[in-house]
């Protein structure tokens, strides 16, 4: 199946500082890449959708100038979660589809942020 | 708008027993079902689907499901379970044509040994 790779897998940083999330699709183009948030044992929140080579469209409540989404090129989006918060602690999850009219969405493996 | 529910948070279930998680959707329009597994610290990965055909749907690791469009529910089975089975499984719904996922909350599979 394809692969959708997350980096890091975990990072822990400085309340006020920024961090950047790179997701990866390693086998295919994904025209289409979409940003989760989890909170503990509990479900998958959207929080963005992005399409290559334009502006993401955010869900309802997600602060954009804070959950900067990138989606440059077909296989990398990344999250910037700009000066951050311990309120932003939590696990983020990109997955990606490879193109429109596909049904499968390839989900990396997450990356942990803990703001301290 | 869809909506998807997970009555059941957890459910503990002893190894070689067979389980039954339920999800039920909300939707107005026609729908794709999908459900999802997730590791400890992990990603999810894709269990199985249903897109359209017969309502029976099978899947990896001797998980099948079956589509009730009157019930509208999309319950996962499996006749067997083992010990590697431990994860949250997640249902999710989206639209045909939109290519949003919307998830339950997840239910919490643990097996006893």
Redesign the interface.
């Known amino acids: 199946?394809a692969v959708?790779s997350?980096h890091p897998?975990w990072v822990i940083c400085k309340s006020g500082t920024s961090v950047k999330i790179e997701c990866r699709s390693l086998d295919f183009q994904a025209t289409?890449m979409?940003w989760y948030r989890q909170f503990p044992?509990?479900?998958?929140m959207?929080m963005a959708?992005s399409n290559e080579g334009s502006k993401a469209t955010y869900e309802q409540g997600v602060e954009k100038d804070k959950f900067l989404i990138n989606h440059a090129s077909l296989t990398l989006s990344t999250l910037t979660v700009t000066s951050a918060h311990p309120e932003d602690s939590s696990?983020y999850?990109c997955?990606a589809?490879a193109g429109?009219g596909t049904?499968?969405?390839?989900?990396?493996?997450?990356t942990?942020l803990t703001v301290v | 708008a869809q909506s998807v529910t997970q009555l059941d948070s957890q459910v503990p279930v002893f190894e070689e027993a067979p389980v039954e998680l339920r999800c039920n959707y909300s939707s107005s329009v026609s729908v794709y079902l999908f459900w999802y597994v997730q590791y400890p610290n992990q990603g999810l990965q894709l269990l199985l689907k249903y897109l359209s055909g017969s309502t029976l749907v099978k899947g990896i690791n001797g998980f099948e499901a079956e589509f009730n469009k009157s019930q509208t529910s999309f319950h996962l089975r499996k006749p067997s379970v083992h010990i590697s089975d431990t994860a949250e499984y997640f249902c999710a719904v989206s639209d045909i044509g939109n290519e949003k996922l919307t998830f339950g909350t997840g239910t919490r599979l643990t097996i006893i040994p």
């Open positions: 199946g959708v997350q897998s289409t979409f044992k509990q479900s998958l959207l959708t696990f999850i997955s589809r429109t049904t499968e969405a390839f989900f990396g493996q997450g942990r």
